[in-house]
């Protein structure tokens, strides 16, 4: 065999093994990480928790019960209960509703999926506290699905802050992208009720991030 014959036959076989070796999937270890990040309320914060009894007639309705009367509403029962007590005179929201904020954010990030951020970073937490002003009584008039006018009697939070902690994956995500698609959520989106993202199109739940 000649020497160029040799030589051929040889880049053929290097070639050969390069294909195969890229068959294979190469899957690399996550790269997890967090970054500890503060986020202040531009405007008040609206709380509507999902009551227990809101939840029970939903249960009685999916399984055929009988509706019972309403009788008389107690507006301050519906404030607390419009909350989520931790305890000790504190309270706190639920840690998806910036995850949710955050994914809702991409819409206004070229580049940026839903599909890929749901699985590229996480909020850390349950409820994550409120830190600010005591909450006050909030009375809105609101419009029914039927057309008809009801009130609601929320807690409101006139200034306010919260502490996240965030595990992100850097082989998909940036500590930057993070920050930046957190403070997009902030102007654009919100958290808690009259947000801008609702159909209201109120700056209400609106937040702006600061280093923690």
């Given at each position: 065999?000649?020497?160029?014959?040799?030589?051929?036959?040889t880049a053929v076989t290097?070639?050969?093994?390069?294909k195969?070796?890229?068959?294979?999937?190469?899957?690399?270890?996550?790269?997890?990480?967090?970054?500890?990040?503060?986020?202040?309320?531009?405007?008040?914060?609206?709380?509507?928790?999902?009551?227990?009894?809101a939840?029970?007639?939903?249960?009685?309705?999916?399984?055929?019960?009988?509706?019972?009367?309403?009788?008389k509403?107690?507006?301050?029962?519906?404030?607390?209960?419009?909350?989520y007590?931790?305890?000790?005179?504190?309270?706190g929201?639920?840690?998806t509703?910036?995850?949710?904020?955050?994914i809702?954010?991409?819409?206004?990030?070229?580049g940026?999926?839903?599909?890929?951020?749901?699985g590229?970073?996480?909020?850390?937490?349950?409820?994550?506290?409120?830190?600010?002003?005591?909450?006050?009584?909030?009375?809105?008039?609101v419009?029914?699905?039927?057309?008809?006018?009801?009130?609601r009697?929320?807690?409101?939070f006139?200034t306010?802050?919260i502490?996240?902690?965030?595990?992100?994956?850097?082989?998909?995500?940036?500590?930057?992208?993070?920050?930046?698609?957190?403070?997009?959520?902030?102007?654009?989106?919100?958290v808690g009720?009259?947000?801008?993202?609702?159909?209201?199109?109120?700056?209400?739940?609106?937040?702006?991030?600061?280093?923690?």
């Amino acid at each position: 065999m000649t020497r160029a014959a040799k030589s051929t036959k040889t880049a053929v076989t290097k070639e050969t093994k390069t294909k195969e070796r890229a068959t294979g999937i190469v899957i690399p270890k996550p790269d997890i990480r967090v970054v500890k990040v503060k986020v202040k309320g531009v405007m008040p914060l609206i709380c509507h928790k999902f009551s227990a009894k809101a939840q029970k007639q939903i249960e009685d309705k999916q399984q055929q019960k009988g509706k019972q009367a309403k009788g008389k509403r107690d507006p301050k029962q519906e404030f607390m209960d419009s909350m989520y007590p931790l305890g000790r005179g504190k309270y706190g929201i639920p840690a998806t509703a910036f995850k949710g904020a955050m994914i809702s954010a991409c819409r206004f990030v070229d580049g940026m999926k839903m599909t890929l951020a749901r699985g590229a970073f996480f909020v850390v937490g349950d409820l994550l506290e409120i830190k600010g002003t005591k909450p006050t009584m909030r009375t809105d008039v609101v419009r029914l699905p039927n057309g008809s006018a009801d009130m609601r009697y929320r807690g409101e939070f006139k200034t306010w802050g919260i502490a996240l902690v965030i595990r992100y994956n850097a082989n998909v995500v940036s500590v930057e992208q993070i920050m930046n698609l957190l403070a997009t959520a902030g102007f654009s989106v919100g958290v808690g009720e009259r947000r801008p993202e609702q159909k209201s199109g109120d700056s209400f739940g609106t937040f702006d991030v600061e280093a923690a």
